[in-house]
């Protein structure tokens, strides 16, 4: 049962009343969705299994579509239609598509039917994700979310929401503060370049390099690994501070 008051008090009844609430306003623009992103930033606590915040519908690109294939218009860029379904995937929300699923971009179905990301919006462990790192995106702000899985890694969203590419920061306070360990060896995979395989985290942090203005973002999938399994994926796909591929 979905409850649609548009207010964020439900969060704190939510599960009382339904198994899903929504929790901010419609999100018509790109604007409407940071709105949403930085309500759901102080709920985290009231979202897991059967009862779940709610921010809203994904907004499809509509790509290459002819008007009359896009319901409500061209309100978001692709970039910042797949930057949402990151966001909506580590922040445990629901995935309810506004848009044609009968005429759906190439690129929208690209970004919607992404397994990896998919896999952890449906996490097993049902845990919401957490802001780590940066301040209010409808001003313009970045952001770094993680959200901890199942199997002990953990999901990261790197999110640029300002007018001006930027680089972006997970420190070890970063990394800590989401989860991870502030000892031994970390691996993260490109969850929309899964193909470039593991890369080793050294130094302690994790860079997003040029973040893209108004929905440039980056999603990975950490985890520790032992001494051995980190050597042999240095020599096998290289180490060194991340960097967001072009």
């Known amino acids: 049962f979905s409850l649609c008051g548009w207010s964020d008090w439900y969060a704190p009844v939510g599960a009382s009343l339904g198994n899903?609430?929504?929790?901010?306003?419609?999100?018509?623009?790109?604007q409407g969705i940071l709105i949403n992103i930085d309500i759901m930033a102080r709920l985290t606590n009231y979202s897991g299994p059967g009862g779940?915040?709610?921010?809203?519908?994904?907004?499809?690109?509509?790509?290459?579509?002819?008007?009359?294939?896009?319901?409500?218009?061209?309100?978001?860029?692709?970039?910042?239609?797949?930057?949402?379904?990151?966001?909506?995937?580590?922040?445990?929300?629901?995935?309810?598509?506004?848009?044609?699923?009968?005429?759906?971009s190439a690129a929208d179905f690209e970004t919607y039917s992404n397994a990896q990301v998919i896999a952890v919006s449906q996490d097993a462990a049902g845990k919401a994700g957490l802001r780590v790192l940066g301040d209010s995106l409808a001003r313009n702000g970045s952001n770094v979310w993680s959200r901890p899985l199942a199997d002990?890694?953990?999901?990261?969203?790197?999110?640029?929401?300002?007018?001006?590419?930027?680089?972006?920061?997970?420190?070890?306070?970063?990394?800590?503060?989401?989860?991870?360990?502030?000892?031994?060896?970390?691996?993260?995979?490109?969850?929309?370049?899964p193909w470039r395989g593991?890369?080793?985290?050294?130094?302690?942090?994790i860079v997003a390099s040029a973040l893209a203005p108004q929905g440039g973002h980056?999603?990975?999938?950490?985890?520790?690994?032992?001494?051995?399994?980190?050597?042999?994926?240095?020599?096998?796909?290289?180490?060194?501070?991340?960097?967001?591929?072009?």
Do not use: Y
């Open 20 to 30: 899903a609430w929504r929790v901010g306003p419609d999100d018509n623009n790109w």
């Open 198 to 205: 593991e890369q080793l985290v050294e130094g302690g942090k």
């Open 152 to 193: 002990g890694s953990v999901a990261l969203v790197f999110i640029n929401a300002g007018q001006h590419a930027v680089d972006l920061t997970c420190d070890v306070a970063c990394l800590v503060a989401a989860g991870l360990p502030a000892q031994g060896q970390l691996v993260f995979r490109d969850l929309w370049a």
């Open 218 to 246: 980056w999603m990975l999938r950490v985890r520790r690994v032992a001494s051995l399994e980190a050597r042999a994926v240095a020599e096998d796909a290289g180490s060194g501070d991340a960097v967001v591929p072009p």
């Open 52 to 104: 779940w915040n709610d921010p809203c519908l994904l907004l499809s690109s509509c790509t290459g579509l002819k008007d009359s294939d896009c319901p409500g218009g061209r309100r978001v860029t692709e970039l910042q239609s797949r930057a949402q379904f990151s966001m909506w995937a580590v922040m445990a929300a629901p995935l309810l598509i506004s848009g044609s699923v009968v005429h759906m």
